[in-house]
């Protein structure tokens, strides 16, 4: 098993920059593909970034493309989320996962982690 403890969320204006840090104890972060995931109020809870195990491969929302980017030091057994040109409609409690099943590449598919952080809040404020 792994444990996932999420921090670096906060209140930004719109335009800002935030990174999230998914910090992972347990097993080998490494053995994981990892994402990040983010529900809003009265939405669900939607994919934002994924990243294999190695981090040769990475995959994003078509909202966050081009303003996100997902990372992961598996030295220090951390996979991160790097947030610029931030929006309004990018409030949300964001979560890491991790996946142990995908041995190759990741899944966009909340269904496929089996791990999860207790989440972050993201406040932008236009």
């Known amino acids: 098993q792994v444990q996932l403890v999420e921090s670096g969320g906060g209140l930004v204006q719109a335009g800002g920059s935030l990174r999230l840090s998914c910090a992972a104890s347990g097993r080998t972060f490494s053995s994981y593909a990892a994402g990040w995931f983010r529900q809003a109020p009265g939405k669900e809870r939607e994919f934002v970034a994924a990243?294999?195990?190695?981090?040769?491969?990475?995959g994003y929302a078509d909202s966050v493309k081009g303003r996100f980017t997902i990372s992961r030091d598996n030295a220090k057994n951390t996979v991160y989320l790097q947030m610029n040109s931030l929006k309004a409609e990018d409030t949300a409690v964001y979560y890491c996962?991790?996946?142990?099943?995908?041995?190759?590449?990741?899944?966009?598919?909340?269904?496929?982690?089996?791990?999860w952080g207790q989440g972050t809040q993201v406040t932008v404020s236009s």
């Open positions: 996962a991790a996946d142990p099943k995908t041995r190759y590449g990741y899944t966009r598919r909340h269904y496929e982690y089996d791990y």
């Open positions: 990243i294999s195990r190695s981090g040769t491969n990475t």
